[in-house]
């Protein structure tokens, strides 16, 4: 790290389909209900990609507002990462097609810690930033889930949307990124995963046909106990290593995953549930996307302000989860980008 050098969010940007799937588009497919989805969830409606829409494209587009807020031209981004596993192909890196899209020269890769893509995106850039690597680092956060799901398998296909979200990292003279916290637990990869479609079992008409190239998950249950522990303790190392409280926390912006999850990080911490941002009711689980939509809605909306202490947090498959820590350094946009 070179001494003095500290990253900061510049702005944020976020793109949603704009095919708005409300749950009742489920009842007809599978054994389920509006009400079932919302008590237990959250979610009232989550966004599909359409006919040329990919992560590519809404990457793109997410990252495009994002420097537009900042005021800085895409030509001036020293690093793009995509965070994804939904990629728009195997090879080459989505980055590829948003670097190409964007007209940048920078280099670019995708990071696949899925829906906590981001959370690990925003530590490495900021790394990147810090040790004087890159000046300006682009994360982007995005995924087309709809194009994995099996819409027969009502324990899934309920839960997951489409969409973008991205953010500018940029030098500052204080910290904006305090610090992250990165976790990994392998040995639990089979709770939830795609199993067909890579090197282990290629895809075949067999494996089509058993929808063995889609999400999988086991023991929903499992993984919401995991994932509200593990949160958690995440947050409190985070806390801890800056020496602040969780009563310092302005914001609360969470992977949106399960409403009832979020609000019960928030409880484990102590912190009031005013202060948890939930915006899972009109995009669904966005995977690697969620965070930095959530972001976008709440600075845009208003609710975060320069000088906020925001904490994000999530969880999910590998099993990956992290925390940042996040001093809010960019003023409310008035672009409406
Ligand atoms: O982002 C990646 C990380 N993923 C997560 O964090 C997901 C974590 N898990 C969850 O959010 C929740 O476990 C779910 C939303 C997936 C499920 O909620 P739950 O309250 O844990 O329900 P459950 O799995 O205990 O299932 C309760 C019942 C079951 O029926 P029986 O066995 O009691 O007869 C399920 O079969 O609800 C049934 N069920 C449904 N019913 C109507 C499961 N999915 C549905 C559905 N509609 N879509």
Redesign the pocket.
Known sequence: MTPGRHARIAAVGSALPRRVVPNRY?ESL????DQ??VE??GIHARRFAGAGETTASLSTEAARRALASAGTAPEAVDLLIVATCTPDRPLPSTAAFVQARLGMSCPAFDLNA??AGFVYGISVGTSQVTAGAADRVLVVGAEVLSRVLNMTD??TC??FGDGAGAALLEPGEDAGVIDSVLAMDGAQAEL?TIPAGGSEEPTTAESLAKLRNTIH?RD??A??KQ?VVAMAAAATELLDKAGLQPSDVDTVVA?Q??A??ILAVGKRLGIDPSKVFLDIAEVG?T?AASIPIALDRAWRSGRLSRGDLVLTAA???GLAWGANLIRWTADVPNDHA
Not at 30 to 33: D, G, H, K, Y
Request: net charge positive.
């Open positions: 489920f599978v054994e389920t209900s079932w989805i237990r969830t899925a829906c009502r324990t309920v839960l939830l998950m929903g249950q993984v919401f994932a992977h995953a399960n009832r999850i689980n995977s969880f999910g498959a």
